[in-house]
Structure formats: structure tokens, C-alpha cells
């Protein structure tokens, strides 16, 4: 992770190898503007020969006999300024910068949770490049809005490390390590193994895990600051690799499968950084944990399995496997008290066909609840949208031979998914299917390709909001 630190330093003044100023509009901001001043118009003089507009991202390097300074158009979003700064200052040979403010606090905390994210890399897989280090000092920002930044983006941090990690490597068993690893930060955590969920009756998670040599494992999490008056409960889809099962999956719809626990990486995610904020809410968390293989012993299409909620459920789909784990898990969280759940998954293509790879789908059994994740997610700057639990369509999740078969008909796929999982919860519900924003094809401003750990900051807005 790169290092900010706070300075009361001014940009005009400070005489250090690299300086940031922004433009927008075309325009410097305050700073910059008195520099140029000072230096004689050198920067509006440079900006015109160059053709530099400043456009969100446009960077124009200068060598004064002041130093170097680096114009970078900030464009509208603090966030997505902070971002695309981290990702330039990244390919220079410059190992450290004093960077103009864009604004007061709320801004200065945006930017810094930018450039926290922007300059995010997964290398642990490469033998030879390794990441560079970057120090920045922001001119007038306030140590705590960092400190908040910093904390935020380990949780993201986490979740995407989780989400790249191959597959042969994030199994069950691995997965239940990392939660293990939340515990010298006073997060509680419970792992239960095969015999455990089968003595609980976990009968629909335990048949998707059946395929695999990996055994499956289902994760207990419980962050309970003391004098905490609200309590959120949290599940996330975990699983480490989909296949489709018997209903097999080709191999581009493969290829990003690995993620298909990105749900169960916001979910931990979000646990670490409360932990380390020190947020006065409970937060409770459970993961089903498992791989969607084929072998003698996976479950097959026409299996009748019988949910922990007593429930019995017609197999028609084995790639419609997450909400069978998640069947069980949403169970067991109302068992253990829930009294309304936040719950994230990777479920279905139909929600990307529906909002594409950035939005996210929500689902919400009560409004209330609903509105009040709604406005969480738009406060993180991660964007979701409402969908219809359109009761019309439970017709199509009937059975001839169960309570509830595991898929409809292709049309409006995303939200028969989500009325599946309502079957199982008497407690309001929010389902946020994530199968888009979680995996990013293309580089962004905010991070590069692969996973973007999206519902972290979603998930620390609506416990911060309760
Ligand atoms: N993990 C997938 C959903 C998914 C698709 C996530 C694309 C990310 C990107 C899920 O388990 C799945 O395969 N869903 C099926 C459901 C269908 C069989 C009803 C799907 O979306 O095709
Ligand atoms: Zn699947
Ligand atoms: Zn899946």
C-alpha cells in the first residue's frame, strides 16, 4: 500500500522533487494559479504549447528551476481524481510527491480513499516485477480523514487479494484461514466443518460442496465493539469456484469463476475495516464456503435436497448453485438472530445482462431497508439500483416434486434468484446480486483489471448509517 501522510506545507513554498497541481476546467486551482504567478506564467505558457486541456486524467510533466511538477486534470469526482493521479504517479520514476488539495475535508478524504484504491496491485503470482513504493504528502489534509481513507481501503484491499487469488490456491479451507486471520483484530470466528453442517441439516449447501476434494466450510464472523446499540447481519456468496456443475459452464463463462466469492470478500472486507475503525456497530457475518465440481459424488440435476430451513428444493440447474449455499445461510442467520439482513452475491448473468458491469442489482423484501442500503451504496460511491421482487414470477420456481425448484425460465433470471433467497428469510432482506461490479474486465480509475472488492465501502456506509 502506497503512504500518505498530512502537511502543513504549501505548494509554493515546499522544495521537493515532485509537485501535483490540479487543473480543471482548463484552469489551475489556487496554488498552482500562484506559482505560475511566481514563475512568470511558465505554466500557462507550457500548457498552451502542449495542447494540455486538463481533462479528467491528462497529466503534463515540467521541469522549472523550481522542481518538477506534474499538472493533472482532476476532472469532476475527488475519488476518480485520487485514482487516476495514483495510477500516473505509479509510471513515473518519481518515488514520492506533495499534492494540492481539491477541496475541504469531505473532499480531501475522497482523494485519498482514491489514491488508496487507484494504486491497488495484485502481484503475489509475479515472479519478477514488484511493486514500487510511493509516498505522498497532502498540503492542508487532516490526519484523520486519512487515517478513515487508509482503513477503509485495507478492507478493499482484502477483499480484492481474495477475489484475484486463483482458485487452486482460495479453496474452502483457505478462505476459512483468511476469515481466521481477522481475529487478532477482535473479530470472533467460528468455522464449521462437513459433520457440523450436517448435523445442523445444511442439506442444500452441502450438496453443491459434494463434487469437490475441497471440503466445504461454513464461516461464523462476529465484530461486537462494546456499548454497540445496532447490530447488521451479513452474507456473502462463497463460492471459491463455479463450474456449473453437471450443467457445465464453457470456458470463457469460466474464466472469471474464481470471483464467485466476491460476495464472501466484501463480507470480510468490510469486517477488517471496522475492526480497525473501531465502528460502534455489530456486525455479524456468514459464508458458506465450497466448489461447484463434477465427480461421482456431486449432485445432479433432479436431486431433491432438503434446506436447513426445512424446505425442500428440485434441482433443475447445477450452475444455479449460489442460492442453494446461500439458502442455507440466510437460514442460519435468522437462527442466530438476525432481525434484517444485507446479503451479496455474485448470482446471476441475468443481472449484468440487466445493468451491466458496473451496477449492481437490489433486491429488497421491505422497503425501508431497502432505501436505507440504497443510500449506504450512494454515499460509498458504489452504484446499485433498485429491481422489482416481483411476486408474479414465484409461479415460475414452483415444482411438481418439492417445495421450490432452483430456477425459473430464462426470462428475468435475476429476479427469480432473489425471490428464491426471500423464500428462506422472515426478516427483511436486502440482496445485492454483484455478479457485474465485482470483477473488472478493464483497468478503471479506481483499480486495474480483476476484482474490485465493490460492497466493502457499501456495507461500512449502511452499519455507519443504522
Ligand atoms: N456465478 C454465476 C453467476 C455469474 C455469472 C456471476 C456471470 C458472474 C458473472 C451463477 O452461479 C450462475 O451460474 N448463475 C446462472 C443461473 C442460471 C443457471 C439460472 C446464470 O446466471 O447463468
Ligand atoms: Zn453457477
Ligand atoms: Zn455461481
Redesign the pocket.
Given at each position: 500500500m502506497i503512504t500518505l501522510n498530512a502537511t502543513e506545507a504549501r505548494l509554493d513554498e515546499a522544495q521537493v522533487p515532485l509537485r501535483v497541481l490540479w487543473v480543471r476546467q482548463g484552469a489551475l486551482l489556487p496554488q498552482g494559479e500562484a506559482l505560475d504567478a511566481r514563475l512568470g506564467g511558465l505554466f500557462r505558457r507550457s500548457m498552451e504549447k502542449a495542447g494540455f486541456k486538463g481533462e479528467a486524467g491528462e497529466s503534463l510533466l515540467l521541469a522549472t528551476p523550481e522542481g518538477h511538477f506534474l499538472l493533472f486534470g482532476a476532472g469532476e469526482d475527488p475519488r476518480e481524481a485520487g485514482g487516476r493521479l495514483a495510477q500516473a504517479l505509479l509510471k513515473t520514476s518519481f518515488p514520492e510527491a506533495l499534492v494540492e488539495p481539491l477541496g475541504a475535508e469531505e473532499e480531501t478524504y475522497a482523494l485519498a480513499e482514491g489514491l488508496y484504491l487507484g494504486s491497488y496491485r495484485f502481484e503475489r503470482h509475479k515472479t519478477e516485477r514488484q511493486a514500487k513504493p510511493l509516498a505522498l504528502r497532502l498540503s492542508g489534509a487532516g490526519l484523520e480523514a486519512l487515517e478513515r481513507a487508509r482503513k477503509v481501503a485495507e478492507g478493499v484491499y482484502l477483499a480484492r487479494d481474495l477475489v484475484n487469488e486463483p482458485p487452486n490456491v482460495l479453496t474452502p479451507e483457505a478462505l476459512a484461514e483468511a476469515a481466521l486471520g481477522l481475529k487478532p483484530l477482535g473479530v470472533g470466528v467460528e468455522v464449521l466443518d462437513e459433520a457440523a453442517m450436517e448435523a445442523l441439516g445444511m442439506g442444500a449447501f452441502l450438496a453443491v460442496g459434494k463434487g469437490s476434494e475441497n471440503p466445504p466450510r461454513f464461516i461464523a464472523l462476529r465484530y461486537a465493539p462494546e456499548g454497540a446499540q445496532e447490530r447488521l447481519d451479513l452474507v456473502g456468496?462463497g463460492?471459491t469456484f463455479?463450474s456449473?456443475g453437471y450443467?457445465l459452464?464453457p470456458t470463457e463463462?469460466m474464466a472469471?469463476?474464481k470471483?464467485?466469492m466476491?460476495g464472501a470478500a466484501a463480507v470480510l472486507g468490510a469486517m477488517k475495516s471496522a475492526a480497525l475503525l473501531g465502528l460502534p456497530v455489530e456486525l455479524r457475518g456468514y459464508i458458506a464456503a465450497c466448489e461447484?465440481l463434477i465427480s461421482g459424488r456431486a449432485y445432479r440435476v433432479g436431486d431433491v435436497l432438503r434446506t436447513l430451513s426445512g424446505k425442500t428444493v428440485e434441482v433443475m440447474?447445477t450452475?444455479?448453485?449460489?442460492?442453494l449455499t446461500l439458502a442455507d445461510a440466510l437460514a442460519y442467520a435468522e437462527r442466530q438472530g438476525a432481525s434484517r439482513i444485507l446479503e451479496l452475491?455474485?448470482?446471476?448473468?441475468?443481472?449484468?445482462v440487466a445493468l451491466g458491469e458496473e451496477v449492481a442489482a437490489l433486491f429488497a423484501t421491505e422497503a425501508a431497508w431497502g432505501e436505507k442500503v440504497r443510500q449506504g451504496a450512494e454515499r460509498a460511491g458504489e452504484k446499485v439500483w433498485p429491481m422489482p421482487l416481483e411476486k408474479a414470477y414465484r409461479e415460475k420456481l414452483k415444482s411438481p416434486v418439492a417445495d421450490l425448484k432452483?430456477?425459473?425460465d430464462?426470462n428475468g433470471?435475476?429476479i427469480?434468484?432473489a425471490l428464491f433467497l426471500a423464500a428462506f428469510v422472515q426478516v427483511p432482506l436486502v440482496h445485492l446480486d454483484i455478479?457485474?461490479p465485482?470483477?473488472a474486465k478493464r483497468a478503471h480509475p479506481l483499480g486495474p483489471e480483476g476484482g474490485t472488492g465493490f460492497g466493502v465501502r457499501t456495507i461500512l456506509e449502511v452499519a455507519r448509517g443504522l
Open positions: 456468496k463460492l463455479d456449473g450443467s459452464k463463462g472469471t469463476m470471483g464467485d466476491a461447484n440447474n450452475d444455479a448453485e449460489g442460492r452475491s455474485t448470482l446471476t448473468g441475468a443481472a449484468v432452483n430456477v425459473g430464462r433470471g435475476a427469480t434468484a455478479a457485474g465485482a470483477f
